[in-house]
């Protein structure tokens, strides 16, 4: 299994950004996807999900700004971001996880938000 996510890059507040998440390698209809971000020095903080039941989770610093979809397959994932804030500053990483071991992580990308 490889999972790889891109459209991190640098942006100023307000601005948007569209982080996609490719997975390759099984069947992951029956997977809960999910984007984690991460900051030095503090704990991964889980942004948005997609259960196997199709429900849709977002945290409470993202809710109403960040945009979780899918295709049919749930090979690629997309997570749209707009009006960015500079706390969302950090490393996005997509995770497919179906068990305990059949939990896969992507390298992560970096998002910078500042002006």
């Known amino acids: 299994v490889h999972i790889a996510e891109s459209g991190g890059g640098s942006v100023q507040p307000g601005e948007s950004l569209r982080l996609s998440c490719v997975a390759s390698?099984?069947?992951?209809?029956?997977?809960?996807i999910s984007w984690y971000r991460q900051v030095p020095d503090k704990e991964r903080e889980l942004v948005a999900s997609?259960?196997?039941?199709?429900?849709?989770y977002y945290s409470q610093a993202v809710r109403g700004r960040f945009t979780f979809s899918a295709d049919d397959g749930k090979n690629t994932n997309y997570l749209q971001m707009t009006n960015l804030k500079p706390e969302d500053t950090a490393v996005y990483s997509c995770?497919?996880?179906?068990?305990?071991?059949?939990?896969?992580w992507g390298q992560g990308t970096q998002v910078t938000v500042s002006s």
């Open positions: 997609l259960s196997n039941r199709g429900t849709l």
């Open positions: 995770n497919y996880w179906l068990s305990a071991i059949k939990d896969y």
């Open positions: 390698g099984s069947n992951f209809g029956g997977y809960t």
